[in-house]
């Protein structure tokens, strides 16, 4: 039985007060059967046989601060507020019961229709271990015998599993997920139907397929799920890229140890599986048997322009996924810390995804068989704190004056060009250098330039 905190059992009250049902459902049951404690849960997912109106209403009196989420679909979201070190504030979503729900081809919200009873909402959920419920009192109702499968380490679908899966394809990839994220199996049963409705994950909604893969990525078991995948077809549907590299069992190797050290971040995650995919391609063998893949890198990020537009990337985790794939081989290793004008220039290099790619960086090295794993932790640590302190004292980065092109075109009588930028990244480099100072007015780069101009750009001057 579990003891609740004040403010959840508050909640737990005002329905009852009202003649509702109300019962925590989900993952927050499943997590707490599993001995995680109620402080580290965020989210905390109820259901209750009031229509959301009434919900809300009974919210509203016992003034709980409520936000519009989706009332259209039975839900009304609220914030729980408390003590700091249980966990608060917490965000629930109380749902009212549900007797079906199924979603229209692309679309990523579900048509519904309302259930009377506990056991009907259950009834239409995924999996066993998710289809319990605890109530008021902190008692189990378990109608689908999800505690044993949770104690069995067993994902087993309510319901006949063809039916289940054509309901609602993307249970394929949660399954995958729960794999990521418990180390459970599948049932043979549920992992044939898996693979016979995998084509059915091409009516889902592309957002979707983004939020559930990064899920996967991101949990502590990737690499049996992703094998999962690839044995029910789904992988190949949707990320071939990856799926060709279960195949090549060492690239695929490589690819999984730096996915388990990569942090549970969505764009780490992302970069890690597919920082490997060029390689698939690029592939060159000498006389002697060998293999290089040269711009491997490079390839890896364009292979990834695809998959970015295919899952629907937003734009934050794509760039930054795109940035560290183009850039992977920029080592910190190579940095010699002594030298500010070599930890500029590795900073300009990876601004401003800098400290997502010291992150992937670590991920790579600590997870290659090497002997000197301490050093290469100590070396990003190091590298990292340089970064702070030369930022923090404004000499990291080069610092040019607005207007300098204007600047630049009136002092040498230039039409706007791409020869301005390459202007203005000499002078950048030069200020790295230590060549020029920083932060002065356009005049001095100008004069500086007059000065003593680069050899292209000279040469360029003398043609004119």
Same mark, same amino acid.
């Given at each position: ?74 839900? $009304? ?34 048509? @519904? ?6 056991? +009907? ?15 008021? +009192? ?12 949770? *104690?069995?380490?067993?994902?087993? @679908? ?46 889902? &909604?592309?957002?979707?397929?983004? +939020? ?27 990320? %071939?890229?990856?799926? @060709? ?75 930054? @996924? ?5 850039? +992977? ?5 190579? $940095? ?22 010291? *992150? ?15 050093? $290469? ?38 039409? %706007? ?21 920083? &932060? ?5 780069? $100008? ?18």
């Amino acid at each position: 039985m579990v003891q609740y905190f004040d403010t959840i059992q508050r909640l737990f009250d005002a329905f009852d007060e009202a003649g509702h049902d109300l019962y925590l459902v989900g993952g927050a049951v499943r997590d707490l059967a599993l001995e995680k404690s109620l402080t580290r849960l965020d989210d905390l997912d109820f259901c209750t046989d009031a229509r959301p109106e009434a919900s809300l209403k009974i919210l509203n009196d016992h003034e709980f601060n409520t936000y519009d989420l989706g009332i259209e679909f039975g839900t $009304v979201g609220c914030v729980l507020y408390g003590d700091d070190a249980k966990g608060y504030p917490k965000d629930c979503q109380i749902t009212t019961y549900r007797s079906d729900e199924y979603y229209r081809r692309g679309s990523r919200h579900p048509e @519904v229709e309302f259930g009377d009873t506990i056991e +009907q909402d259950l009834g239409r959920r995924d999996f066993s271990i998710n289809s319990m419920a605890l109530d008021g +009192q902190g008692e189990l109702v378990d109608p689908y015998d999800g505690m044993k499968d949770l *104690r069995d380490g067993i994902l087993r @679908v309510i319901g006949e599993p063809l039916e289940t899966l054509a309901e609602d394809p993307l249970r394929i990839l949660r399954v995958g997920r729960f794999m990521s994220k418990l180390g459970f199996q599948p049932t043979e049963v549920l992992s044939e139907a898996c693979r016979k409705r995998a084509d059915h994950l091409l009516e889902i &909604s592309r957002e979707r397929w983004f +939020q559930e893969m990064t899920k996967l990525l991101c949990g502590d078991y990737p690499k049996g799920a992703l094998r999962f995948l690839h044995s029910v077809r789904a992988l190949g549907i949707m990320l %071939p890229e990856v799926d @060709v590299l279960v195949d090549e069992p060492r690239l695929f190797e490589r690819t999984m140890q730096v996915l388990e050290q990569a942090p549970a971040d969505a764009a780490l995650a992302w970069t890690a599986v597919l920082h490997l995919t060029g390689k698939h391609w690029t592939r060159l063998e000498s006389e002697d048997g060998s293999a290089s893949y040269p711009r491997h890198a490079q390839h890896s990020a364009m292979l990834f322009d695809g998959i970015r537009r295919r899952f629907r990337f937003d734009n934050k985790t794509g760039d930054t @996924v795109g940035f560290l794939l183009d850039n +992977q081989n920029t080592s910190p290793l190579e $940095v010699d810390l002594d030298s500010d004008v070599e930890i500029r220039r590795f900073a300009r290099a990876l601004d401003p995804h800098i400290e997502p790619a010291l *992150r992937f960086a670590r991920a790579r090295f600590v997870s290659a068989d090497r002997d000197d794993v301490q050093s $290469v932790e100590d070396q990003i640590d190091t590298l990292y704190e340089r970064i702070q302190r030369l930022a923090a004292s404004k000499d990291l980065r080069p610092r040019l004056p607005s207007g300098l092109g204007n600047a630049l075109m009136t002092g040498f009588d230039l039409e %706007p060009s791409p020869l301005i930028g390459e202007l203005k990244d000499w002078l950048e480099e030069s200020i790295i250098a230590g060549e020029l100072e920083n &932060s002065r007015e356009a005049d001095y780069y $100008v004069a500086a330039l007059e000065a003593n101009p680069p050899r292209w750009f000279e040469a360029q001057l003398d043609d004119e």
